[in-house]
């Protein structure tokens, strides 16, 4: 069994940061690719940010220059720091695991989802 943790969102003005985490725990062999998705209101979930194993790097055009992902591997966990937030920021953020469990199976995990409020 494998637990992804997320924590960090809350409300903020215009122009303000946030930092995301999301912790992984359980039977895990080894992670591959970690990434943080969001979800507004009405829309459907789209791909913020994704960084590989080996640290390569995918931004969505929307927050490139502004957010920044990271990770570290010895603590399992996905950071994204969030600067200059704007109010189309909005939304749920969900973290996703790609991993490898002890047993060698391979599964894709999502977080419970954190809120982030950008206001105007």
């Known amino acids: 069994q494998v637990q992804l943790v997320e924590s960090g969102g809350g409300l903020v003005q215009a122009g303000g940061s946030l930092r995301l985490s999301c912790a992984a725990s359980?039977?895990?062999?080894?992670?591959?690719?970690m990434g943080w998705y969001r979800q507004a209101p009405g829309k459907q979930r789209e791909l913020v940010a994704t960084?590989?194993?080996?640290?390569?790097?995918d931004y969505a055009d929307s927050v490139k220059g502004r957010f920044t992902i990271s990770r570290d591997n010895a603590k399992n966990t996905v950071y994204l720091q969030m600067n200059s937030l704007k109010p189309e920021d909005t939304a749920v953020y969900y973290c996703?695991?790609?991993?490898?469990?002890?047993?060698?199976?391979?599964?894709?995990?999502w977080g419970q989802g954190t809120q982030v409020t950008v206001s105007s």
């Open positions: 359980g039977s895990i062999f080894k992670i591959n690719d």
């Open positions: 960084i590989t194993n080996g640290g390569s790097i």
């Open positions: 996703n695991v790609d991993l490898v469990h002890v047993s060698r199976s391979r599964t894709n995990y």
